[in-house]
């Protein structure tokens, strides 16, 4: 089944302790991207990736740090969360020119 | 900075209304993308445009794109209660980075 995974789907952890969310997806797409969801404000692109090993910032890369060392994987390290980065992200890949993007289910972080 | 507008933020109706969702912009797009969201679920995408007037029919929706591609609009004839949910449009940059509206939260009530 074609889909993009996400893990861990919850996690509450406490301020500046470094976390790492894993993004993967099994449809060999080029394009992957991380977002913020926060209510009333849409989905915002924190980091997007063309192909392996290029990644660029999005609109709100503060505080985020992405890898892309295989295709599939696009994983989300914030090397030290605060309480302002309490959200629901998603992961979701794309491919070709139209680049319908697929998503993963969300994680929904919580800091404290 | 790129930003998409969306309206009305809310919408409440009645099964079997029409309605208009609305996603503006200053910016040009090379596509748009309409996503639908479900409460604790990623959105699924519904429909892409990408010529400057085109129009794509889906069942009972109707997506249309601006003749300048920076704006988009989403009509429903009858709305059912299956149709609730949270609409998001999203541009293109070109190959770049996407663009997400704030979304346009419907309740289609039986």
């Known amino acids: 089944e074609a889909q993009v995974t996400q893990n861990p789907r919850y996690l509450i952890t406490v301020t500046g302790k470094k976390l790492t969310v894993t993004c993967s997806q099994n449809m060999n797409h080029e394009y992957m991207s991380w977002y913020r969801q926060d209510p009333g404000l849409g989905l915002r692109q924190i980091y997007y990736s063309m192909n392996v090993e290029v990644t660029d910032k999005g609109d709100v890369p503060e505080g985020y740090k992405v890898s892309r060392k295989e295709k599939r994987n696009f994983p989300l390290i914030l090397e030290s969360p605060s309480p302002n980065q309490t959200s629901l992200y998603f992961c979701?890949?794309?491919?070709?020119?139209?680049?319908?993007?697929?998503f993963g289910p969300g994680t929904r972080l919580t800091v404290t | 900075t790129q930003l998409l507008e969306q309206s009305p933020q809310f919408l409440s109706i009645q099964e079997g209304e029409n309605l208009t969702v609305y996603c503006n912009s200053s910016?040009?797009?090379?596509?748009l993308q309409w996503y639908r969201q479900e409460p604790g679920e990623g959105p699924v995408l519904l429909v892409t445009v990408v010529t400057g007037g085109e129009v794509k029919k889906l069942k009972r929706l109707t997506f249309q794109f601006g003749d300048a591609r920076k704006d988009s609009s989403l009509h429903i004839t009858a709305a059912q209660p299956g149709d609730t949910g949270l609409y998001l449009c999203?541009?293109?940059?070109?190959?770049?980075?996407?663009?997400f509206g704030p979304g346009t939260r419907l309740s289609a009530l039986p």
């Open positions: 979701a890949s794309s491919f070709g020119d139209r680049r319908e993007q697929y």
């Open positions: 999203a541009g293109d940059n070109y190959g770049q980075n996407f663009v």
């Open positions: 910016s040009v797009f090379s596509s």
